[in-house]
């Protein structure tokens, strides 16, 4: 089915209601459009060379991600004959979505093939990285690299042939491969055999990019730190392609076919009625590695004998084929970036101690019990401040009880580590593993079974809901008054307790002893790890019990204040933006007067500046070192001073699993030194004209041009600490 793209401003005339078919913008389109700026960053001068390189695999990253859950999910709607998703009855069907995302990933890619081949691989030659072909080598260096395959690729091969004695191989998701058409080199001419399909996997275990000047290198002609040596690399598959006699002895290789397979991760089974989660998510991944496939690539003009077989057996169909000028696997340009050139990447930043917490000497309850402390990661630390918080409540002999919630975390995650050790203590520790968060799957099976063995009280979460909220509880015996006492400790932020993406995701924490706030999470994780429902809470909202209600409630009243000429103002920044309750009540207010600023890093299904509609809602998306992580929700409340809004941060999106399937808490900055930083950075995300992207109402986005200021005006464009200290400002923090 061919796409023809709509054209801008197909919704009604201004002051009449748009038709229900154009008040949203399709979900998986506006994602695509937000990748569409993450490949825009590749090519922007101002990027370094090596990130605009990074830039490139992230987006290729993220592609690959879209094709197994979202298009997955569109093939497996329409062979059920599933025309939308249950709440959304305007939605285009299936097979219609799936056409319309792929000529937009066809456009793009063809971006993307432009921006490599013709922009980043020279800048990269004239810097002396030259990412060349083998047959380009000199003779000496072949026989160097093919001494190198024989010592360490070849034993690794396993090439499969598909005759009546051996089935068509299985094919596992994001592999590189080689399909062959192979011959005897001895054949009669009176009847000469039909040539038979092998397929040789390209091995895992290796890099893909080979940086030949380094191979068998003696360490004392290895280049010093002042020299910047030249590096000449071959992709891996060259290697292989060009060694293959060796594999196939005796047979002649007629034609040879790359190509890359993507399956389907669209895969959950109904919990409902799972006796035992742990087994049940480890069924999922089993069948998960045998899903059905949903995208082939190949390099251009590919052999069609070896392409019609694939697509064949693989049960594809042409539209499936993706044609790639260029890697096949553009993700693994990130081993490129890997090369010690500092001089062609941004300068690492590095996370200061928060201001809280400088002394390392100090007791942190103590700190905490002063005042709330507001962390931003990663400008600020996260191993001073979270994972300090946790390490030292294991360590603590007054400790009684720490409680986590754990959604991802890293393979090495100090929290494990500090959790065992409170474990062995003899303290109680508890912590919630969410098995079902995408992709990590695996390794929080692992981590739960480490947890276990440990004396670790484990819990999975509630059945039927995912618990995406990120936070934790520290109960320590204390002396008040000369009075022992019991008193509890909370963090409560927008991102994972996971060491790694907290030093390149932007999230908000707050480390607080608020007895109404500790006593909120002590309810939550009591509805989490038992049997309680109906939880009431005093300063928290929890989804899937209230937050929905509150939000919409929080909207109703901005709206009242409008009509009584109060000021009236919402800002929420988010990763992504889709529920359709909360957009429509938008749209209300937007209709009422109210001054709505959306900061959405993804996927937006509101239509912002439409007449009639939506014309005083703005939405802004920020693009630039750090992914923009953090969820912050504020609204004015009659106040025209942002110092007296009211502002909650949140491990939520305003999408509907967020507020309907998934355990998420939002919680409110109450502190005035904190509610000043929050103030400020909202301010600051406003005022951004340097990472900043403003949505169109047909759901393009024009990238905003910077202004002459003297100093960064982006939270990304954060290079000093009296920048860090520009954006945190007003506090005693």
């Given at each position: ?15 009449t209601?748009?038709p ?9 389109l ?38 197994m859950k ?17 709440n959304?009855?305007d939605?285009m ?8 995302c ?5 456009e ?6 432009q921006c490599?081949q013709n ?17 380009q ?11 190198w395959f ?35 080199k ?15 996997k ?29 590096a ?8 292989v392609?060009?060694?293959?006699d060796?594999l ?8 040879i ?7 389907s ?7 409902e ?13 089993r ?20 392409l ?19 890697p096949?696997?553009?993700v693994?340009l990130?081993?490129i ?10 300068k ?45 409540a294991?360590?603590d ?26 474990a062995?203590?003899g ?15 695996e ?16 819990t999975y979460?509630?059945l ?16 008040d008054?000369g ?5 509890a ?5 927008t ?6 993406t ?7 924490g ?11 999470v ?7 790890t ?7 809470y005093k ?12 939000f919409?409630?929080?909207i109703n ?5 409008a009509?009584?000429d109060?000021p ?5 920044k988010?990763?992504a933006?889709?529920d ?55 609204f004015?409340d009659?106040?025209?001073?942002p ?15 967020n507020?309907t399937n ?16 929050v103030?400020?950075l909202?301010l600051t ?12 109402p047909d ?9 002459n200021?003297?100093e960064?005006?982006s939270?990304q ?6 920048t860090?200290?520009r954006?945190a ?5």
């Amino acid at each position: 089915m061919s796409f023809t793209p709509k054209t801008p401003n197909t919704w009604s005339s201004p002051h009449t209601a748009a038709p229900q078919t154009e008040r949203f913008i399709n979900r998986d389109l506006s994602w695509l459009e937000f990748n569409r700026r993450v490949l825009a960053q590749a090519k922007l001068d101002s990027t370094p060379l090596l990130d605009q390189v990074k830039f490139l695999s992230i987006f290729a990253s993220n592609l690959d991600e879209f094709f197994m859950k979202r298009i997955g999910l569109l093939k497996s709607r329409h062979l059920q004959q599933i025309p939308h998703s249950p709440n959304r009855p305007d939605e285009m069907p299936p097979i219609e979505t799936r056409d319309a995302c792929y000529h937009i990933i066809r456009e793009m890619e063809a971006d993307l093939a432009q921006c490599w081949q013709n922009e980043l691989l020279p800048k990269l030659a004239e810097q002396g990285i030259v990412i060349g072909s083998y047959e380009q080598l000199p003779k000496e260096q072949r026989q160097k690299v093919d001494a190198w395959f024989n010592a360490k690729v070849f034993p690794i091969l396993t090439p499969l042939a598909v005759d009546p004695g051996h089935r068509f191989p299985f094919i596992s998701n994001l592999s590189e491969n080689l399909g062959l058409l192979v011959e005897p080199k001895t054949t009669s001419p009176s009847a000469p055999p039909e040539p038979r399909f092998a397929r040789v996997k390209i091995p895992n275990v290796l890099p893909h990019f080979i940086r030949i000047d380094t191979l068998n290198a003696e360490p004392a002609n290895e280049p010093k730190p002042s020299q910047i040596a030249p590096a000449l690399i071959i992709p891996l598959d060259e290697i292989v392609i060009n060694n293959l006699d060796d594999l196939f002895p005796g047979m002649r290789i007629v034609e040879i076919l790359p190509f890359r397979l993507t399956r389907s991760a669209a895969i959950e089974l109904d919990d409902e009625d799972a006796e035992d989660l742990l087994e049940h998510v480890e069924e999922e991944l089993r069948m998960r590695r045998f899903a059905d496939p949903v995208r082939i690539q190949t390099p251009p003009n590919p052999p069609k004998r070896i392409l019609d077989f694939l697509l064949r057996e693989l049960k594809l169909s042409s539209e499936d084929h993706f044609t790639c000028r260029g890697p096949l696997a553009c993700v693994d340009l990130f081993e490129i970036t890997s090369i010690d050139r500092p001089d062609l990447k941004l300068k690492p930043w590095k996370p200061v101690r928060p201001p809280a917490l400088t002394d390392t000497e100090s007791d942190i309850f103590t700190t905490i019990r002063q005042r709330d402390i507001l962390v931003h990661n990663p400008y600020e630390s996260f191993s001073d401040s979270v994972e300090r918080f946790i390490a030292t409540a294991a360590d603590d002999p007054d400790v009684l009880a720490i409680k986590l919630t754990l959604y991802r975390t890293s393979r090495d995650s100090p929290f494990v580590d500090s959790l065992i050790r409170a474990a062995q203590e003899g303290k109680q520790v508890a912590c919630l593993v969410e098995l079902r968060a995408r992709f990590d799957e695996e390794k929080n099976v692992t981590f739960a079974r480490q947890l276990e063995a440990a004396g670790v009280h484990v819990t999975y979460g509630v059945l039927g809901f995912k618990t995406h909220s990120k936070c934790s509880l520290v109960v320590r015996r204390e002396q008040d008054e000369g009075k022992s006492i019991l008193r509890a400790y909370a963090h409560l932020g927008t991102g994972n307790y996971h060491p790694r993406t907290a030093q390149r995701y932007t999230d908000l924490g707050l480390l607080t002893a608020n007895e109404e706030i500790t006593a909120d999470v002590v309810r939550l994780f009591n509805m989490i790890t038992g049997l309680s429902a109906g939880q009431s809470y005093k300063r928290l909202i929890v989804a899937p019990d209230h937050m929905r209600t509150h939000f919409l409630n929080c909207i109703n009243n901005e709206i009242a204040n409008a009509k009584a000429d109060k000021p009236a103002h919402i800002f929420a920044k988010m990763n992504a933006m889709e529920d359709r309750q909360i957009t429509e009540a938008l749209y209300d207010a937007s209709n009422a007067g109210v001054k709505i600023d959306l900061v959405v890093r993804g996927f937006c299904c509101l239509r912002p500046g439409v007449p009639g509609m939506s014309e005083n809602i703005t939405v802004r998306s920020i693009i630039g070192r750090f992914l923009e992580h953090s969820r912050l929700y504020a609204f004015a409340d009659g106040s025209s001073d942002p110092l007296n809004y009211h502002y909650h941060i949140s491990s939520a999106d305003w999408m509907f699993r967020n507020l309907t399937n998934r355990v998420e808490a939002a919680c409110p900055i109450l502190d005035p030194d904190a509610r000043a930083r929050v103030a400020n950075l909202m301010l600051t995300l406003l005022n951004d004209r340097q990472n900043a992207w403003k949505m169109n109402p047909d759901g393009s986005y024009t990238h905003l041009t910077p202004t002459n200021t003297p100093e960064p005006n982006s939270p990304q464009a954060l290079g000093t600490f009296a920048t860090l200290m520009r954006l945190a400002a007003g506090s005693g923090q």
